[in-house]
C-alpha cells in the first residue's frame, strides 16, 4: 500500500552516550519496535543491546523506557505487552563486547513509573501499584481504578518482596509520584 511504502524507510533516534559507550536507536522502516544499538566509539560496529520485536512473536511487547546506571553498565528497562500501561522491569548489564547480560531482577506491577538509579550501582527507586484485583491476563483492558502508587527502592539480585517503600501517601491516593536522583548522587528529588 501506499502508507506501507512512504513509511519504509531507515529511521535513527539521535544518539547518546552512558559510560565509555554510545546508543542510538534504529528502525529498518517495517519493524513494529525500534531496537538499541551500542558501540564503543562513533566509528565502532554497532552491536543490538536490546531488541523488543524478538521477546513476541507479534511484536506487541514494546520497550517503554530504558535507563543506565550512571557509570553506563547497567539497564534497567520497562516492557508492556499489547499497548497496556502495566508494564514490567527488568536489568541488564552491559557486558565488555557490549552486548546485553540479562540479570534475574524482575519488577511487576508497574504503571508510569519513573526508573532512577543510585550512584552506587546498587539498586535503582521505581513505581507500583499493590497487585492489581484483575486477573495478569485481563491487565490492560481491566476497569479498576490505580489508587496509592508506590515510591520503592530495589536492590539489585533481590525479590521484589523485600523492595523498601520510599514513599507512600494514602491521603492522596490518586497522586503519582516521580524520581531522579540528582547529579551528584546525594539526593533524590520527588515531584507529585
Not at 35 to 40: A, E, K, N, R, S
Not at 115 to 122: F, L, P, Q, S
Amino acid at each position: 500500500s501506499l502508507f506501507t511504502a512512504l513509511y519504509d524507510y531507515p529511521k535513527y533516534g539521535t544518539p547518546f552516550k552512558r559510560g565509555d559507550r554510545y546508543y542510538y536507536y534504529y528502525n529498518s522502516g517495517l519493524q513494529r519496535q525500534y531496537v538499541l544499538y551500542g558501540q564503543d566509539s562513533l566509528q565502532a560496529e554497532p552491536v543490538i543491546l536490546l531488541d523488543p520485536n524478538t521477546l513476541s512473536e507479534d511484536g506487541t511487547v514494546a520497550l517503554k523506557d530504558a535507563v543506565f546506571s550512571d557509570n553506563g553498565q547497567l539497564v534497567a528497562y520497562q516492557l508492556s505487552s499489547g499497548g497496556s500501561d502495566w508494564s514490567t522491569i527488568k536489568v541488564l548489564s552491559v557486558g565488555a563486547d557490549g552486548a546485553a547480560v540479562p540479570h534475574d531482577d524482575l519488577l511487576q506491577h508497574v504503571k508510569f513509573s519513573s526508573i532512577a538509579w543510585t550512584h552506587d550501582h546498587k539498586g535503582f527507586f521505581y513505581n507500583r501499584f499493590a497487585e492489581p484485583k484483575s486477573s495478569p491476563d485481563s491487565l490492560g483492558t481491566e476497569t479498576d481504578t490505580n489508587q496509592n502508587q508506590l515510591l520503592c527502592y530495589h536492590v539489585l539480585g533481590t525479590p521484589q518482596s523485600q523492595d523498601a517503600t520510599v514513599l507512600a501517601d494514602p491521603g492522596h491516593p490518586l497522586w503519582m509520584f516521580g524520581a531522579e536522583v540528582t547529579d551528584d548522587g546525594r539526593y533524590l528529588l520527588v515531584y507529585a
